[in-house]
């Protein structure tokens, strides 16, 4: 399986939510190239209280230090002219319905209890620093400029009460470090880039971007990410390259201590077995995310062979957890901070290949449910059995 590597972190931003995933539209087997249903906006304050806004300048500038705050937000006009705002660290909001993403936010507006945006507000500054991947500005206006050192940067706009778009300014120069950030940021869709009233434009002497290592994270108050390992990739467990079909190796390489993407290379017997998918993972483009390739392709990505994993009951306890080709044979279980979709895919003829459980798919709770059914119906499961709500035993 051939891997890709993704350069940039694209979001989808909803009203009080963005939800970072990274898109492609191949069928890389190990590229990051999934999308996300909106969550609710209930994520918005998972980590931080963020509807206490910061009241002044010294504050924000803790909120986004690298031990701060995934959110931050203003409740008023804000004017530190001439001053600096360095956002760094890696942080990942946590959707109350089991989505997680690497993101920072800055919240420059108030909302109504319908999340439509009653206020924006102006941050001034001398510039902000961006050195955390998946940083965004919601709504309101940053009056200075804006240096990019990390993938993800992008704007989020709401709507007003009149129904009209809120959007996020930058009054002053948007800078990145690098072409290649700059690439990634004008390839987002028109509704997720900031309105710049100054230059957008390259300026290589800035800080280069860090890349973000893969491997298992602990996401701790805040949203703060530490890693419990850094590394364990396509190939460390599995051998995902070539596969497996032991069940044992495959139980091992989609436990907590495992790989973020997991192939096998024919069909997995664990009959009568339960398979947890455990941990929280970036992949090889810093996103939260797990993968299991139950397929072959040929030099095109095309699928020419699916695989079957037939277990009692395969349990995703991981957020972003997603079936890059492959049936379930057995009940699957979707624990209150696990997420699951099927990626779509295409076989040789261009026709479109589903994954399919042949039994029962659960969600532990109802909004995890109504997350899975408002995705497109390319990224549900093929069911033979119910889609609801029941917890795992």
């Not at 390259?202 to 800080?207: P, R, Y």
């Not at 990739?233 to 995902?240: F, I, K, V, W």
Request: with cysteine.
């Amino acid at each position: 399986m051939k891997k890709s590597k993704v350069i940039a972190l694209l979001a989808v931003s909803t009203l009080s939510v963005g939800i970072l995933a990274a898109c492609s539209s191949s069928n890389s087997s190990s590229s990051s190239s999934k999308s996300t249903a909106a969550s609710s906006s209930k994520a918005a304050d998972t980590f931080t209280g963020a509807t206490t806004p910061n009241k002044t300048f010294s504050a924000l500038q803790n909120t986004f230090k690298s031990t701060g705050n995934w959110l931050g937000a203003t409740g008023a006009d804000m004017d530190a002219t001439g001053q600096e705002l360095t956002v760094d660290g890696t942080f990942v909001a946590d959707g109350a319905t089991g989505e997680a993403y690497v993101a920072r936010k800055l919240a420059i507006y108030d909302q109504n209890s319908q999340h439509q945006v009653t206020a924006q507000y102006t941050l001034t500054v001398k510039d902000i620093v961006v050195k955390s991947p998946g940083f965004y500005i919601s709504n309101g206006t940053v009056k200075g400029d804006v240096l990019v050192s990390a993938l993800g940067f992008h704007a989020q706009n709401g709507k007003k009460t009149d129904g009209s778009v809120s959007q996020a300014t930058i009054d002053g120069n948007l800078k990145f470090a690098s072409q290649a950030l700059l690439d990634a940021y004008n390839k987002l869709d028109a509704t997720q880039k900031v309105v710049v009233t100054g230059t957008t434009s390259v300026d290589t002497s800035l800080a280069a971007a860090t890349e973000v290592p893969m491997g298992a994270i602990t996401v701790g108050t805040h949203g703060l990410v530490t890693w419990t390992f850094k590394g364990n990739g396509a190939d460390t467990q599995s051998g995902a390259t070539t596969g497996t079909v032991d069940a044992s190796v495959l139980t091992k390489a989609l436990g907590a201590k495992g790989a973020w993407l997991v192939a096998t290379n024919g069909d997995v017997d664990a009959s009568g077995k339960t398979i947890s998918v455990d941990g929280i993972f970036l992949n090889e483009a810093g996103t939260v995310q797990r993968t299991l390739a139950m397929i072959a392709q040929d030099s095109n990505r095309n699928i020419t062979k699916v695989y079957t994993l037939t277990v009692d009951k395969l349990i995703v306890n991981s957020p972003e957890f997603d079936f890059e080709g492959g049936n379930v044979k057995g009940d699957v279980y979707v624990g209150a901070k696990g997420s699951i979709l099927s990626r779509p895919m295409t076989d040789v003829t261009g026709a479109a290949v589903q994954s399919k459980i042949d039994g029962n798919l659960y969600f532990a709770t109802q909004d995890q449910l109504d997350t899975y059914k408002a995705l497109p119906a390319a990224q549900q499961f093929l069911v033979t059995g119910s889609v609801a709500v029941k917890a795992a035993k």
